[in-house]
């Protein structure tokens, strides 16, 4: 004779099985030093208990993922306006002439980089003065390093022809 069941029925059911079993779980690790044993049924609702356990924790996984997620897209979708539209300082807008076109504004930006350019460049010009100077002076020395040391030579070799003269 074939049982009239639905899926809701064999849900509830199977977790009411579920939670007897966690109860009784329970109770038996507050029973300490006493064996139990168990029978098929008991080992088969416990691996059912542990895949329903597993299952719970997917679940949980899965939900905070998505949480996690949909607070990423809010604060993204919240800052999207802010990196679209530009903005300019209260500073950029005082340099900018109020009544002044932009072609204007823009003459006069161009006017200053290229200001500030010319004065890179005069100071690219003197450290490299400066390192002409350094490496003259460098050559002086050494040349008059080899001076002292022709003379020095010279002196040895008169001394030397002296000593064997005699």
């Keep these: 004779m074939p049982m009239d069941v639905d899926n809701r029925r064999v849900r509830e059911q199977t977790l009411l099985l579920i939670e007897q079993r966690r109860k009784h779980n329970k109770i038996s690790l507050k029973k300490s030093g006493v064996d139990e044993e168990y029978g098929e049924k008991e080992n088969l609702m416990d691996e059912a208990l542990e895949l329903f356990n597993e ?9 905070t993922k998505a949480e996690k997620e949909e607070t990423i897209g809010k604060d993204i979708r919240k800052r999207a306006p802010e990196n679209l539209t530009p903005t300019k300082s209260e500073e950029d807008l005082r340099k900018m002439p109020r009544k002044s076109s932009v072609v204007t504004y823009l003459k006069e930006k161009t006017e200053a980089e290229i200001a500030t350019k010319q004065e890179e460049l005069a100071l690219k010009k003197e450290e490299l003065k400066l390192e ?11 040349v008059q390093r080899l001076e002292n040391e022709k003379q020095h030579n010279k002196m040895m070799m008169e001394l030397l022809a002296k000593c064997l003269n005699k």
């Design 132 to 142: 002409r100077d350094r490496f003259e002076l460098e050559r002086q020395e050494r």
């Design 55 to 63: 299952e719970e924790q997917k679940k949980k996984t899965l939900k």
